[in-house]
């Protein structure tokens, strides 16, 4: 073992503890092995030789570069271009509607949405481009947060591997990116749409404007089921009245106290 140190009960309840306490984050038990196995390799590359070290670190060192990249191992970022496309297809649908019901869109030209959780930066892009093909007359003010700074940072970049040729079609790819020797470009006219900023879901937030759209897509499946209420109860006071919100495929509001109104699976109105 190259630790002084077995990972027991107590110190998995520990780790867990602080985990759900700092980012709401639930770890069950059959995924012990995997969340030893994440702690491990921080240590291991960060020579910290004992989980009680680490804690220490952990709760003395928030917001620090090391302690950030501890947050990025501890959490999930798969994401994709145009990942779960019927989102669009429904937005593409509804937006004519929902224009119509708040003429505050149509008159100022201009659409707020927040990507909640939005990783490597997958997401706002695809909405950004979504907006230009299907809305070019509609400003789309996209606020893109993350609590994972360094998936921010390739967020920010905007350089995704070649194999995102894969994920989007060639159209999307001829028009919105540019190949260099890192990969593909994203093209910097669709950065000026969004915003990128760090932010725990789990702190308290409330926005001088709020939001039309509110996109928090495969983040709260890491949540306790109050974690998850209390957030939906928070993005519920982000929206403006008939604003939307849209959730993962594998998630849903069932069993949370609020007050959203369904439209289909994973899409609710407010
Ligand atoms: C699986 S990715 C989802 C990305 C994108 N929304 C999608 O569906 O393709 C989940 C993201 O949620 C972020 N996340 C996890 N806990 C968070 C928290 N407490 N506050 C903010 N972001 C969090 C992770 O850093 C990760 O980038």
């Not at 995997?34 to 709760?59: A, G, H, P, T, V």
């Not at 100022?108 to 909405?127: D, Q, V």
């Not at 069932?254 to 699976?265: A, E, G, S, T, V």
């Amino acid at each position: 073992m190259p630790y002084k140190q077995q990972f027991t009960d107590k110190v998995y309840f520990q780790f867990t503890d602080y985990l759900s306490k700092k980012f709401g984050m639930e770890c069950k038990t059959n995924k012990r092995q995997m969340l030893q196995s994440k702690i491990d390799s921080f240590m291991r590359i960060n020579q910290i030789e004992s989980y009680d070290k680490l804690l220490d670190f952990l709760k003395t060192n928030e917001d620090t570069e090391q302690w950030n990249s501890f947050v990025h191992k501890i959490t999930t970022h798969k994401t994709d271009f145009f990942r779960e496309n019927q989102h669009f297809v429904f937005l593409k649908e509804h937006l004519p509607l929902m224009m119509q019901k708040n003429r505050r869109i149509v008159i100022n030209k201009e659409i707020r949405i927040w990507s909640a959780g939005c990783s490597s930066g997958e997401e706002p892009y695809t909405l950004a481009m979504f907006f230009r093909e299907n809305f070019p007359d509609i400003y789309p003010k996209i606020l893109a947060t993350d609590i994972s700074t360094e998936s921010l940072n390739t967020a920010i970049k905007g350089i995704y591997p070649y194999t995102i040729k894969n994920e989007i079609q060639p159209y999307y790819l001829s028009k919105y990116f540019t190949k260099d020797v890192k990969g593909f470009q994203i093209n910097p006219d669709l950065k000026r749409f969004i915003t990128f900023r760090s932010f725990n879901l789990t702190k308290n937030f409330k926005f001088k404007k709020n939001f039309d759209i509110i996109f928090c897509r495969n983040v709260m499946i890491y949540f306790s089921e109050k974690v998850r209420e209390t957030l939906v109860n928070k993005f519920y006071h982000s929206l403006v009245n008939s604003g939307i919100f849209i959730i993962g495929h594998s998630e849903s509001l069932i069993n949370l106290k609020q007050n959203f109104k369904y439209i289909k699976p994973t899409i609710y109105l407010k």
